[in-house]
């Protein structure tokens, strides 16, 4: 799951509003809710929201089996729906910033919820594998996505000074997910079947709208002579406006008040509110070679690690040790902590090179996974399983510091969306081809190949790019 907390400048902008009196402060005092109060609610809110999100996303795997099983179609067409719902994860996130920026970080997380909880409970009932791909693979992943974009953002809202720490804490709760959620949704289906575990995960998924609904909107204090705050400590009459990158965020926005900055996912809005400076960003992005190095070698990635997330049950399966998988997910998912979090905590010292490092990442993903051909064993299977959940952890952190290293914090948003874009497709794609040649070949040691060559050429390109940005920066 790709995670990204950097921020872009912004300002308040002097302009006339009706029933406002006063004079606005250039530089206003810290929100009492910034940094602290009510932003350790947020933050234990958004690692209950990272844990049931990231943790109903990784079940896909458990699923794809039941799927081919009731359905009894082959692995290259019933790995649809576990393609469709990884890549509609990313390719709705320009819906969904739209959704944000009309009606805010809290509506946003729960619309996501209500979308996650009726495609689960439709998804249900449906009669066919292809009703399945639509209620499943893209209502679902289109609802995930919504909440995912909120959990973002309300970090970046209620948190400054500790933004990076608060980050790092509620993306714990990816690990865990993955880990107890699919514990969870195992034990349903070996007890309800997976038609009720869907149901089961309906009203988990439904908890996301509570978790939600703790980001209240953080406003300017009232004029002299008002209480300071309002009925609520989070809500505010009180007219302004604040600018970010391309796009005037109004009264009704929810701003961080004690920076005057908002993340790069609200910001992606300015899609929508400004699309003649866009158009000029994006047409400098795509001038750029390293854009078209950076994007491919994440293409590349996503369609061999999505792959290999939604078909690893099967692959467990086929080596004799199906009833150790949800016990290596234990090791899969405190693997994915620890690349998170020591990826971030390297790169916060200088000397690191994140682009040179998601090159190490990505080529170490690949051997990782070739590695697997040698799992005989439930020692093996554990170890490999904690080193390919270390190494995907990495990757996906890098894969955000990257952009902002060769980019900019300018040109950020317009990148990593496209970005988006790319593993989306990516995504979409791989599954389906690793089912393909497992029907082929009846042996997964051609998906296992495909994964290295995926990730060794995805290396490849990243080491280019590093070498390009380092000559432009010498000679600049």
Not at 139 to 157: D, E, R
Request: net charge negative.
């Amino acid at each position: 799951m790709l995670q990204i907390a950097v921020e872009s400048d912004a300002s308040i902008t002097p302009e006339d509003e009706v029933g406002a009196h006063c004079e606005e402060k250039e530089q206003p005092q810290p929100h009492p809710d910034v940094d602290g109060g009510w932003a350790f609610v947020v933050l234990a809110a958004m690692f209950a929201a990272f844990f049931i999100n990231s943790g109903l996303l990784s079940t896909a795997g458990l699923y794809y089996v039941q799927l081919l099983d009731y359905f009894g179609k082959d692995r290259a067409y019933t790995s649809w729906t576990g393609s469709l719902m990884n890549s509609f994860f990313m390719l709705a996130g320009p819906l969904s910033a739209h959704c944000m920026h009309m009606c805010g970080t809290q509506t946003s997380m729960r619309i996501g919820s209500i979308i996650m909880t009726v495609g689960l409970y439709v998804s249900a009932y449906t009669p066919s594998l292809e009703l399945m791909f639509f209620t499943y693979g893209i209502v679902v992943a289109c609802g995930m996505n919504f909440v995912y974009t909120g959990q973002i953002s309300a970090l970046n809202l209620y948190f400054n000074k500790y933004q990076y720490i608060a980050t790092s804490l509620s993306m714990v709760g990816v690990g865990m997910g993955v880990v107890l959620v699919n514990m969870w949704t195992d034990y349903n289906i070996e007890k309800y079947g997976w038609r009720m575990s869907l149901i089961w995960n309906a009203g988990l998924s439904l908890q996301l709208y509570v978790f939600g609904s703790l980001i209240y909107p953080l406003r300017w204090p009232q004029e002299p002579g008002v209480d300071k705050y309002p009925s609520s400590p989070h809500v505010s009459n009180r007219q302004y406006s604040l600018s970010t990158g391309n796009i005037l965020f109004s009264a009704v926005r929810e701003v961080s008040v004690s920076t005057l900055k908002m993340a790069p996912e609200a910001s992606c809005a300015s899609i929508f509110a400004n699309v003649p400076d866009t158009l000029v960003e994006s047409w400098n992005a795509f001038k750029d070679i390293c854009f078209w190095l950076i994007s491919t070698a994440f293409f590349f990635a996503m369609l061999s690690t999505t792959s290999i997330f939604i078909i690893y049950k099967d692959f467990v399966v086929s080596k004799g040790l199906g009833e150790h998988y949800t016990i290596m997910l234990i090791g899969l998912g405190f693997g994915d902590v620890t690349g998170r979090l020591s990826m971030g905590i390297a790169h916060s010292n200088k000397f690191f090179n994140p682009v040179w490092s998601y090159c190490a990442a990505l080529f170490l993903t690949g051997v990782v996974l070739l590695c697997h051909v040698f799992i005989n064993s439930t020692p093996s299977l554990h170890i490999f399983g904690t080193l390919y959940g270390m190494t995907y952890g990495a990757q996906n952190v890098l894969v955000a510091i990257a952009p902002l290293k060769l980019f900019g914090k300018d040109r950020l948003v317009v990148v990593f969306g496209y970005l988006l874009v790319w593993g989306g497709i990516g995504a979409l794609i791989g599954a389906p081809i690793a089912g393909s040649i497992v029907d082929k070949t009846g042996d997964y040691g051609g998906v296992l190949g495909l994964a290295l060559a995926c990730h060794t050429v995805g290396a490849a390109l990243m080491m280019l790019c590093a070498l390009i940005d380092g000559k432009s920066r010498q000679g600049s």
